[in-house]
């Protein structure tokens, strides 16, 4: 839906992490006070956005299915996202898609190519709750698409009859 504005390297803070003056759309603004500040006012209207995108669009979905998460959080806020979004457009969410314990975090992996080889076959879908459904595919944010892209191919091995997919805002590139 969105693309970061801009992201400007500003160098490393006293503890080594890496610092930038980032400036976002309305959209990746809304994700990053969803994700990063709990922010119940963000998360409504983040989901109207949604709502409003995905039925200008004509996406008729029978389900929604979140990207699942990187790493395990007590909250996780794509699927806080989703199950607002499914609430709005009275449509059920699956979030049994799951990420095979032991796949290798990929935040300080750059390339397309070694991102797609460390999530080949690392994802799985509960056919059951997907085959013959037109699927609305959700993810908060992308990087080099390697994560949607083997979610996607998971699905249609499922047998979704049609896939949709939604991605809210874009994060920095290296």
């Known amino acids: 839906m969105a693309v970061a504005a801009s992201s400007e390297f500003l160098g490393y803070d ?17 994700v990053y006070r969803v994700k990063y500040r709990r922010d119940p006012n963000a998360l409504k209207e983040l989901v109207d956005v949604v709502a409003r995108f995905v039925k200008s669009k ?8 979140p990207v699942p998460p990187t790493r395990a959080r007590q909250i996780q806020p794509l699927f806080q996202i989703a199950d ?13 898609a799951v990420k095979k314990s032991g796949t290798a975090e990929l935040k300080d992996v750059w390339t397309l ?49 049609k896939l949709y997919v939604v991605v809210l805002t874009e994060t920095r590139r290296k």
């Open 58 to 65: 004509n996406i008729a979905a029978d389900v929604i299915v």
């Open 113 to 161: 190519e070694e991102r797609a080889r460390i999530l080949k076959n690392a994802i799985s879908v509960d056919k059951g709750a997907v085959a013959g459904k037109r699927v609305l595919l959700i993810d908060d944010l992308v990087r080099s698409g390697a994560t949607i892209n083997e979610v996607a191919k998971q699905l249609k091995a499922a047998g979704v009859d």
């Open 84 to 96: 607002a979004l499914g609430d709005k457009l009275k449509l059920p969410v699956d979030k049994t």
């Open 14 to 30: 006293e503890f080594g992490h890496e610092q930038f003056n980032t400036k976002r759309t309305e959209v990746g603004e809304l």
